[in-house]
């Protein structure tokens, strides 16, 4: 009997214990996007309760793997579906405009231009996520310059007339319109397919991303001019961020921050790599080589970008966020507007 009632107390504390244990559910990047979900994100999370001496689980799911569209992030964290979502910033900018304050076309030529302007706005952008998703922005990150590949060859931008372009939010379709283009808003995972059939006739992506999907394999041309960086980052439900202690908040945030930190480095040195292993040229280390040819990048095309800020992407996003945050644009130029003098 004394047997019994030892290995039935030992239970009972052993299930104690197990019920302290936190549990967390992390919808992730899509595979196909690249080296940062395959390298980075994915083992941080897979090795994140070791790293960071939390008593918890992270349950780690890519997105594409889910089997939930990739614009549907936010929507997922307002749920509780999943604790942890890794969001694609112009993917859940229809979701959430005032994200794409962020990285408008034009605003952001470097990645210190990126990294100054998301600081800026980021507690905007938390603020947003917070009323309307309950939801912690936990940071946020670049997937890396975006550059236009094409099935038909060009030679820049105005080759851009009549055709249908894979845009991934409102202010690259704004500026695509600008050359007689049409933006076609698409899933990630569905571009290579939509290209080698001819649903659209080019894409909008970073070179490493179009690399690890094979983009290469079904277009001809990439026009190596940065549009955008491409603002990813993570966000967690308010109601699992409540049930932990501050203790273990602190613990989360700061395996975070080192997470961004890494990230920001990493796109930045996968960048050049990738245009090389696109266009055939070396180095190539982290890459599949391709042949695409290399667009010459024109004076105009540079000075189009620049000048699409206030030309088009501005204009175009502050209508759409003021409608559903009457202070979006007010807070925009009070921060990156202020940093950017206009």
């Known amino acids: 009997m004394r047997t019994v009632l030892m290995t039935s107390a030992a239970l009972c504390l052993a299930g104690a214990a197990s019920a302290d244990t936190l549990s967390f559910r992390v919808l992730g990047q899509p595979v196909g996007s690249g080296l940062i979900q395959q390298q980075v994100e994915q083992p941080f999370f897979e090795g994140l309760a070791a790293a960071s001496g939390m008593d918890a689980t992270f349950d780690y799911l890519p997105v594409d793997v889910a089997g939930i569209p990739d614009n549907d992030g936010m929507r997922v964290v307002r749920t509780g579906l999943f604790d942890i979502v890794s969001f694609r910033g112009p993917q859940v900018s229809r979701d959430e405009p005032t994200m794409l304050g962020l990285d408008l076309v034009g605003l952001n030529p470097d990645y210190a231009s990126g990294r100054a302007h998301a600081e800026a706005f980021l507690p905007t952008v938390s603020t947003a996520v917070e009323s309307r998703f309950n939801a912690r922005v936990l940071g946020v990150w670049p997937a890396g310059p975006q550059v236009l590949f094409c099935v038909p060859e060009i030679t820049g931008l105005a080759d ?183």
């Open 160 to 342: 851009l007339e009549g055709l249908k372009v894979r845009v991934g939010d409102q202010s690259a379709a704004a500026f695509v319109a600008q050359f007689g283009a049409t933006g076609v808003p698409m899933p990630f995972g569905e571009v290579q397919q939509s290209l080698s059939r001819g649903v659209v006739d080019c894409a909008i992506t970073g070179p490493a991303s179009a690399n690890s999907a094979g983009w290469p394999e079904v277009t001809t041309t990439v026009l190596p001019i940065a549009l955008q960086l491409a603002m990813n980052g993570y966000v967690i439900n308010n109601d699992s961020w409540a049930a932990m202690s501050p203790e273990q908040q602190t613990q989360l945030q700061t395996a975070m921050d080192g997470l961004i930190d890494q990230i920001w480095t990493y796109s930045e040195e996968l960048y050049q790599d990738a245009l090389n292993c696109n266009t055939g040229q070396q180095p190539c280390v982290h890459g599949t080589p391709y042949t695409l040819t290399a667009a010459p990048i024109s004076d105009a095309d540079l000075a189009a970008v620049a000048s699409a800020l206030v030309g088009s992407s501005l204009p175009a996003w502050t209508a759409q966020c003021n409608a559903v945050n009457p202070t979006c644009e007010a807070d925009w130029m009070a921060t990156v507007g202020t940093q950017l003098g206009l």
